[in-house]
């Protein structure tokens, strides 16, 4: 197969930007280059010209979604940066009369709503919140929220979850299953999923008590994070938290953020 062109790269690029506001510079060239090699050789393609004009055309039998999957799956595991949780247990310890909604609003394979459920059902048996919950999971790839649905995952993706709480929660596989754990059927009427693309008008989703939007802001440029950031904000009440990957930093926003922690924010009151 030939190199990756600079010409083509840019064109892919763009359409990818233009499309769902992703944004690869010159330095993601080599990304770009891996993620989709092996995909234009099982097509039997010549190259990355004609897998272009594949995903460019309007008749691409999915192969435009099958792309933008191979470029922003990255790994994901239960409970990733635990600090996180800790301050959400904190922040919604006693809060027994009042209904709660979270999103999760780029949930990859759903690993991180999960987590969200498993710590808000141990805080409902505790009585420390009420009964009323709920979580809304989002992506923009229809590939991992159907495998985020069917709530099957190798057991080393919930390395951070203690013994006791894999007891509660999950189901583990055996014979051909041995590896596999699957969330209990009452974690899983607890999350939705939903295809959502975050660079376009968001109809009435929440409002939402607390949102988490960590580790997708690092795929935009400038102006697309504070449009996406902006958007999503709207969707949280006032006073409630959002959290973002604490290496992304501060987030760019025109709505007033309080900073609670790396990474976690509370909207201001209205």
């Known amino acids: 197969m030939q190199p990756l062109r600079d010409s083509t790269f840019r064109d892919?690029?763009?359409?990818?930007?233009?499309?769902?506001?992703?944004?690869?510079?010159?330095?993601?060239?080599?990304?770009?280059?891996?993620?989709?090699?092996?995909?234009?050789?099982?097509l039997g393609l010549a190259g990355f010209d004609?897998?272009?004009?594949?995903?460019?055309?309007?008749?691409?039998?999915?192969?435009?979604?099958?792309?933008v999957d191979l470029l922003t799956t990255n790994e994901t595991y239960f409970f990733r940066e635990p600090a996180h949780f800790e301050l959400l247990e904190r922040e919604l310890s006693g809060r027994r009369h009042e209904?709660?909604?979270?999103?999760?609003?780029a949930s990859s394979f759903g690993d991180e709503a999960f987590s969200i459920a498993m710590l808000l059902a141990d805080m409902?048996?505790?009585?420390?919140?009420?009964?009323?919950?709920?979580?809304?999971?989002?992506?923009?790839?229809?590939?991992?929220?159907?495998?985020?649905?069917?709530?099957?995952?190798?057991?080393?993706?919930l390395r951070e979850v203690s013994p006791q709480r894999l007891?509660?929660?999950?189901?583990?596989?055996?014979?051909?299953?041995?590896?596999?754990?699957?969330?209990?059927?009452?974690l899983r009427a607890r999350v939705r999923f939903g295809q959502l693309n975050l660079c376009r008008p968001i109809e009435a989703l929440g409002p939402f008590d607390v949102?988490?939007?960590?580790?997708?802001?690092?795929y935009f440029d400038a102006p697309t994070k504070l449009a996406v950031v902006d958007r999503v904000?709207?969707?949280?009440?006032?006073g409630g938290l959002f959290?973002?990957?604490?290496?992304?930093?501060?987030?760019?926003?025109?709505?007033?953020?309080?900073?609670?922690?790396?990474?976690?924010?509370?909207?201001?009151a209205a």
């Open 124 to 157: 409902q048996q505790q009585g420390r919140i009420g009964a009323d919950w709920s979580i809304l999971g989002t992506d923009i790839s229809d590939r991992v929220l159907r495998s985020a649905a069917q709530a099957v995952y190798p057991a080393e993706r």
């Open 167 to 186: 007891k509660r929660h999950c189901l583990r596989g055996a014979g051909e299953a041995d590896g596999l754990v699957q969330m209990q059927p009452a």
């Open 233 to 238: 904000l709207g969707q949280l009440r006032p």
């Open 243 to 268: 959290f973002v990957g604490t290496a992304e930093g501060r987030v760019a926003s025109t709505v007033p953020l309080q900073a609670l922690a790396p990474g976690a924010f509370r909207k201001a």
């Open 12 to 42: 892919i690029s763009a359409l990818m930007h233009s499309a769902i506001g992703l944004s690869f510079g010159a330095s993601k060239k080599p990304l770009i280059a891996a993620r989709l090699a092996p995909r234009v050789q099982r």
């Open 211 to 218: 949102v988490f939007l960590r580790n997708v802001l690092i």
């Open 99 to 105: 209904p709660l909604a979270l999103w999760s609003a």
């Open 50 to 67: 004609d897998y272009l004009a594949l995903i460019a055309s309007h008749d691409d039998g999915g192969e435009f979604q099958m792309a």
